[in-house]
T-cell receptor
Framework: SQTIHQWPATLVQPVGSPLSLECTVE??????LYWYRQAAGRGLQLLFY??????ISSEVPQNLSASRPQDRQFILSSKKLLLSDSGFYLC??????????FGPGTRLLVL | SQQGEEDPQALSIQEGENATMNCSYKTSINNLQWYRQNSGRGLVHLILIRSNEREKHSGRLRVTLDTSKKSSSLLITASRAADTASYFC??????????FGAGTTVTVRA
């Protein structure tokens, strides 16, 4: 069966520090991968998606970047965090056009 | 931008009652999906309804889709305390992306 992992679960970082959030998927090949951000009490904002290794599409211009160094690994990064980067970050995978399966999320607090 | 919009934003019901929430969207879709999110957790897929389907059931869940009105509804029958969560609709209009609404927060009182 397929599983999706995200780490860390919680992160507190100072403004201006770098960020690296990791997402890995097991049990499937060549998945579509997604990074979302959810502000408190709000819906999901799609940040990046990837349909293959090295292929990244950015949905929202911002302080963040994404990379997919391996088929089932998706990384969200920032060189310098802003206060507005605080939120709940969710990774998800899918096969084309169908259900998305979400990881447990990373709660990021930038102080 | 978010295409799906849920209504109401919040819903409080007694255990055993039915809960109905609605989703409206703006453009043509391939399918529409409903997800549940418990507080502080990831989203869990509930049901997918394709654009050529009108109604779908899964356990105590019933989803309808009216493409002429660009709307969908999710009905939870005989609600339980464990149904307390936020519910999101998501529309798929291509093979890659979903557009999520802001969600309906459901509280089931014992």
């Amino acid at each position: 069966s397929q599983t999706i992992h995200q780490w860390p679960a919680t992160l507190v970082q100072p403004v201006g520090s770098p960020l690296s959030l990791e997402c890995t998927v097991e049990g499937t090949s060549n998945p579509n991968l997604y990074w979302y951000r959810q502000a408190a009490g709000r819906g999901l904002q799609l940040l990046f998606y990837s349909v293959g290794i090295g292929q990244i599409s950015s949905e929202v211009p911002q302080n963040l970047s994404a990379s997919r160094p391996q088929d089932r690994q998706f990384i969200l990064s920032s060189k310098k965090l802003l206060l507005s980067d605080s939120g709940f970050y969710l990774c998800a995978w899918s096969t084309a056009g169908e259900t998305q399966y979400f990881g447990p999320g990373t709660r990021l607090l930038v102080l | 931008s978010q295409q799906g919009e849920e209504d109401p934003q919040a819903l409080s019901i007694q255990e055993g009652e039915n809960a109905t929430m609605n989703c409206s969207y703006k453009t043509s879709i391939n399918n529409l999906q409903w997800y549940r999110q418990n507080s502080g957790r990831g989203l869990v897929h509930l049901i997918l309804i394709r654009s050529n389907e009108r109604e779908k059931h899964s356990g105590r869940l019933r989803v309808t889709l009216d493409t002429s009105k660009k709307s969908s509804s999710l009905l939870i029958t005989a609600s339980r305390a464990a149904d307390t969560a936020s519910y999101f609709c998501a529309t798929a209009f291509n093979d890659y992306k979903l557009s999520f609404g802001a969600g309906t927060t459901v509280t089931v009182r014992a």
